[in-house]
């Protein structure tokens, strides 16, 4: 059985029907998972509901993948939008178009075509910056062009964009520094207890408190109206609604995690760090537009640095690390962000939040109810993954809880470790010193940066950062992001108001256009695997 789920029963272009799988062997393995899976989509689709009218109309975000997706849409009585009316649109998608076009047509007849390079190499000068790539930074030197996010940043504050563009470069300095007088900043793998995953946890926890305090009136409210108590504003019913299904979603997710195996206090702390990973990315995705965001923080990783492998033992330790790559794997990716922005375009388009609410639920049931037997169906006609990061992400919690146990045998304290439970885990808690100084530091300079920005008028950073530092998608984006503010700031400087707003449709344009010139490939690939059933040339892959 564990064959056939790895490398798949299909033959040929026989592909297996839904009675060959066995799905009674995955009940208690869906028993637990999916009760898990519904709470947590409650509770995330809740907070999406409750943060909305406080980021779209008191702070006002840019939410800049909203405002492209709704200047395509045609507005009241309007057979399309109006932006299709203007000639900068058309040559600035026209142009991403045909340069994305030839490129992919160059997979095909590469001896006839000439493909347009859309990646910068600067690697000759790596000799002149050793401390860079000593800190991994050599990606910086050899950056791809994404014109999507050049286009992004032209709808963004422009500390927002720069601080995108020049963290990698910094933080990759920085790492470089450090690594020389031995101290690494990143080693072992997402589930390894290490600086950079404080860093970027702190970081995250600064964010969430300056969120939090923005709006702090608001949600105070919201919170009192949700428990039958009066509030000093009013606040809308389908708000309420869905702060109670977020409170009493999160007590059963809770509650879940207890009944499986983790002590209470355990489960509170994960869920806690849970929420913080998924709020903090859906407020950078609507103030930055960075569709590509990936996380260093993994909870199970951070409660073994705070707690120490001896206060917590491998059971505790292997369950939060399977939590943390099922549910944690791509918090970018998430329904929440994209109900962030969904959000945002419904407002928008003036379409009534409260009669929305019920139909995003209804979405997200149908959508889980599909995908998970379509995706156990699959991977047993064609196999699971064989490589790639899902495949790695599902052997990271083995290895890393097997290196764990080695560790605590060494020390003698395995059996004892097997032993605490509840309140005397907090007892015997010896957490990781470094890690947490890395912490509390990522955390002063979260909040110094949000200070700054909110005192001084032309401060150049944004505590956005700590979202990225110099993982891999802030190196893969951060120069585009960089050209994005130097164009941005080029336009304002010599064409002022005026002409900044005249750019905008050639702005849009480019992004319309990379994104059709992504589907065109997508479309050709399916049309190829169906007929001919072979695997199709990759573009963007």
Known sequence: ???????????????????????????????????????????????????????????????????FAHSLLPGPGKARGGVFRQRAFWVGALLLFCIHMNNYLCRFWPDVLIPVRLWLDFTPLSTMVPTLIRGQGGMLLRPTLYFA????????????????????????????????????????????????????????????????????????????????????????????????????????FVTQLSMGGLDWQLSLLYTGIAFMIFIVVSRTIAETGAFHIGSEIFPGAIIIGIFGAAALGPRSIIMMFLLSAVLLGAPGWSSMPFLVQGLKLADMSEVRIGRLTKWIFIALGLSLLISLPMTIYWQYDQGVPKGGWLRSLSSFPFETLVKTKHQLAAQGSLLQSEAVSGWGRFAAMRPTGPCILAFFIAVGLALGIGFGRLRFRNWPFHPVVFVFLGGHQAKMMGVSFLIGWLVKALVNKYGGARVYQATKPFMIGILAGEMTARLVPMLVGSIVYFVTGQSPQQYFG
């Open 1 to 67: 059985m564990l064959t056939a789920y790895t490398s798949g029963m299909s033959q040929g272009k026989e592909h297996i029907s839904f009675g060959e799988v066995p799905w009674y062997a995955w009940l208690p393995t869906l028993a637990f998972w999916v009760p898990l899976m519904i709470c947590l989509l409650l509770a995330t689709s809740s907070l999406a509901i409750v943060f909305h009218r406080q980021w779209v109309r008191h702070e006002q975000l840019p939410y800049p993948i909203s405002v």
């Open 149 to 252: 996010v050049i286009a992004l940043a032209y709808f963004i504050p422009s500390d927002v964009s720069f601080s995108m563009g020049t963290i990698p470069f910094i933080f990759c300095y920085i790492q470089g520094t450090l690594a020389g007088y031995g101290i690494m900043l990143r080693q072992g793998n997402h589930l390894s207890t290490k600086l950079e995953a404080f860093l970027f946890t702190g970081g995250y926890f600064g964010i969430m408190l300056m969120v939090f305090y923005t709006g702090r009136h608001y949600y105070m409210n919201v919170l009192r109206r949700s428990v039958g108590m009066r509030s000093r504003e009013q606040v809308e019913p389908h708000v309420v609604w869905a702060m109670r299904i977020f409170m009493v979603a999160t007590v059963a």
